[in-house]
């Protein structure tokens, strides 16, 4: 009972869950491959089609082993989070599959390093002024301008020296500084 208990806690659908995501993709692993929805024939079919096409096989237990074999948690995303999953599971909306890759993307990059941004270093010794030159691994998805300026603001206390950051804004590159 306690375990069933925790179980739907764990997989509750309550705003995103990355482990209901998770467990309803092997399910959808695990019946796609028993219903041989994989391959080239399958593959070069419509979308429309996709959603209803079976051709038994009984070959789902054999791929769940293989995917947790050979995928982390990210590239079994990568592979097995799809169009037709993402419609069947209404994760989207028909009107919103142009946007599915991108989408895709985002969430991805959201798992990916916790969520946080990946801001490398440059130069600590910018304009040969001993400031520091940061930039932002854009992939996508803008930095949060409000929490971006605060961290800047105490990377210049702790640097003494001004803090600039190299990302993009509105789809421009920015420059964005501290203490300058």
């Keep these: ?17 990355p482990y209901r995501l998770g467990y309803l993709l092997l399910k959808e692993v695990e019946e796609r491959w028993d219903k041989g ?8 079919l419509p979308l429309g089609e996709r ?11 054999k ?3 293989q995917v947790r ?3 982390t948690d990210l590239s079994f995303l990568d592979s097995f989070l799809t ?7 209404r994760l989207l909306n028909p009107e919103d599959l142009p946007r599915f890759a991108e989408a895709k993307k985002a969430l991805l990059f959201r ?12 130069d600590a010794n910018y304009g040969n002024r001993g400031e520091l030159l940061l930039e932002h ?33 509105g789809e421009k590159e920015t420059l964005l500084s501290a203490g300058s």
Aim: glycine share 10%.
């Design 111 to 122: 798992l990916t390093n916790g969520g946080y941004p990946i801001v490398e270093l440059v």
């Design 69 to 71: 074999t050979v995928h």
């Design 83 to 89: 169009p037709e999953f993402a419609l069947r599971q």
């Design 63 to 65: 791929q769940l082993f």
């Design 1 to 17: 009972m306690e375990f069933a208990e925790l179980q739907a806690g764990l997989l509750a659908p309550h705003g995103f869950n």
């Design 137 to 169: 691994a854009y992939e996508g998805v803008e930095l949060d301008l409000k929490k971006t300026q605060a961290v800047l603001e105490n990377l210049y206390r702790l640097w003494g020296r001004p803090v600039h950051l190299k990302t993009v804004v």
């Design 37 to 44: 929805r994989f391959g080239p024939e399958y593959e070069a």
């Design 51 to 61: 959603l209803t096409y079976e051709r038994p096989t009984g070959l789902g237990l």
